[in-house]
């Protein structure tokens, strides 16, 4: 049969050996061509019949994370995994070392569908609550989860090991995140690109950045400060040394940031994942708008706002940023530290030096 509402692919792959005799691993092979399954796993099936079935398209959409992986990947990179799926890894993202189920979610399955089943949103390793009915998961068959490789297993009350015990509202945030991401497909067109633009914005709003540096520190520990280290550790998102994975946060070639990273962000810097979407950045113009004039006077742009560009680069001092400006029409090109505190520094050329001076070259008209 095909998979029920927002069904987990593995939790399907279970219901269809429920209705076989076969040996697991024959079953596996037989079905798709492997001995073994993981909780995220995905493949792309070869034979048509199959295909058929339960389209792979289908599989990704509703029936694994991967859309959740789209703040965490370039455009690029997430359309090349979607391409060709068979590839697809989860390397960067947490693994989850059991199957998790929503007590209230197995009974209402067994009336409406006569069988329970697992949820792909409560499946994650930081979702430790039901959004939807404001109650903790449970934990079914520990440890039967080694690496990418998982026992299949026959959902039963009898195997329920626990609860969580999740009473911070930040518990909840995050449930509700990854719900409106998986079921109202919320991130629309938003990719990592975006995201740290997003991010960059917001950041120089509240007063994280000094010009071109984030302040990470100041950054961890409030954080630290607002959801605490023991929320932090429970979801693995622990700062307890330096800065820690903050220092990724904005950087493009540092390794990506797991899921709940990103989501721990959002919370802290936007209040709300629909504020996130909604947001759009403010651009970052430490020397204000474009047109900029020509400061050489021997020229006929002289003091005339002519250059349509500015290009950034870091000051000689650390976290000062400089701009490097060139008149098309003398060549004249010049270079100022900034940023500017007012509209007449764009008629100037000066420099700050280590310890915060500056040093202010005006140069007036003749």
């Known amino acids: 049969g095909s998979p029920y509402p927002n069904e987990i692919f593995y939790s399907w792959v279970i219901r269809m050996y429920r209705l076989h005799t076969k040996p697991t691993k024959r079953f596996l092979t037989e079905m798709f061509g492997i001995t073994k399954i993981g909780m995220y796993k995905v493949r792309n099936f070869k034979e048509e019949s199959l295909q058929r079935l339960l389209p792979i398209e289908e599989i990704t959409k509703y029936q694994s994370i991967v859309p959740l992986l789209q703040i965490c990947m370039t455009r690029e990179e997430y359309q090349n995994m979607i391409y060709d799926i068979d590839k697809e890894t989860f390397t960067r993202y947490k693994q989850s070392l059991c199957a998790k189920i929503c007590p209230k979610y197995y009974q209402e399955d067994i009336e409406k569908y006569g069988e329970p089943y697992l949820h792909v949103e409560h499946q994650l390793p930081e979702n430790l609550v039901c959004y939807q009915h404001k109650i903790d998961l449970v934990k079914m068959k520990e440890k039967t989860i080694s690496g990418l490789a998982v026992e299949l297993f026959t959902l039963n009350h009898k195997e329920m090991k626990g609860t969580y015990i999740c009473e911070h509202p930040f518990y909840y945030e995050v449930s509700e995140m990854i719900e409106k991401i998986i079921k109202e497909r919320i991130l629309g067109d938003i990719y990592l690109e975006d995201v740290q633009e997003k991010y960059k914005s917001k950041l ?163």
């Open 204 to 366: 120089r709003e509240k007063g994280y950045y000094m010009h071109r540096l984030l302040d990470r520190q100041s950054l961890a520990n409030d954080l630290i400060q607002e959801f605490g280290h023991s929320v932090l550790d429970t979801v693995g998102t622990g700062l307890k040394q330096d800065a820690g994975w903050t220092k990724g946060i904005v950087q493009k070639q540092q390794l990506k940031l797991k899921l709940i990273c990103h989501l721990v962000i959002i919370k802290f810097l936007f209040g709300t994942i629909e504020e996130f979407v909604k947001y759009e950045p403010v651009e970052y113009a430490p020397f204000g708008r474009s047109p900029w004039p020509c400061l050489n006077p021997f020229c006929k742009q002289y003091m005339k706002e002519s250059i349509k560009e500015v290009c950034f680069k870091k000051g000689s001092t650390g976290g000062w940023i400089a701009g490097t400006w060139e008149c098309k029409e003398c060549g004249f090109e010049y270079t100022r530290q900034g940023p500017d505190a007012k509209e007449e520094d764009k008629y100037r050329i000066g420099f700050v030096n280590k310890y915060g001076d500056v040093f202010d070259n005006k140069v007036k008209e003749v």
